[in-house]
């Protein structure tokens, strides 16, 4: 299954259009918020990974969303979040946002387990994702 998080908030007026609904960047934000809760909870929060692994982060490679039904200024909406796949060197979240009982977006992020280049540290380089993490958020899931 997977340890799923939610991450509840409010629509608020700078988050919505002039029409008054959440302008679509702003659903980007809170995905990535959500990610971080979800992190956070399974105890492998991004600031804690880069002490331990020395790693430079998980930076974003990739970030699809689906509109399904449109969130309006004042809403109460939960973001829940969950990683469907462990790869190599990436991991991919999976999002759906509620809005009340209706999915209003769903999507992904990929993220990459980010170290320094060895030749330039000005650059990035994928690395292996140490099986101690992925065992971390697996043990998470079964509290």
């Known amino acids: 299954m997977g340890l799923k ?4 908030t409010k629509v608020e ?3 919505c259009d002039p029409a008054g609904q959440m302008f679509y960047p702003n659903y980007f934000r809170y ?10 909870t399974a105890g492998i929060g991004i600031p804690a990974l880069m002490r331990e692994f020395a790693i430079m982060g998980l930076p974003l490679v990739d970030a699809q969303l ?4 449109r969130s309006r ?13 462990w790869r190599r ?5 999976g999002h759906r946002i509620w809005n009340g009982d209706v999915v209003a977006v769903e999507g992904r992020e990929i993220r990459v387990w980010a170290r320094t280049h060895p030749d330039d540290p000005e650059r990035l380089q994928a690395g292996e994702i140490p099986a101690a993490v992925v065992a971390r958020y697996e043990e998470a899931d079964r509290r």
């Open 89 to 93: 060197k990436t991991l991919v979240v």
């Open 66 to 69: 689906s509109f399904k039904a």
């Open 73 to 85: 200024w004042g809403a109460r909406i939960e973001v829940e979040s969950t990683i469907v796949e």
């Open 5 to 8: 998080t939610r991450l509840k």
């Open 31 to 40: 995905v990535d918020a959500a990610t971080h809760h979800l992190l956070e």
């Open 13 to 15: 007026w700078g988050d």
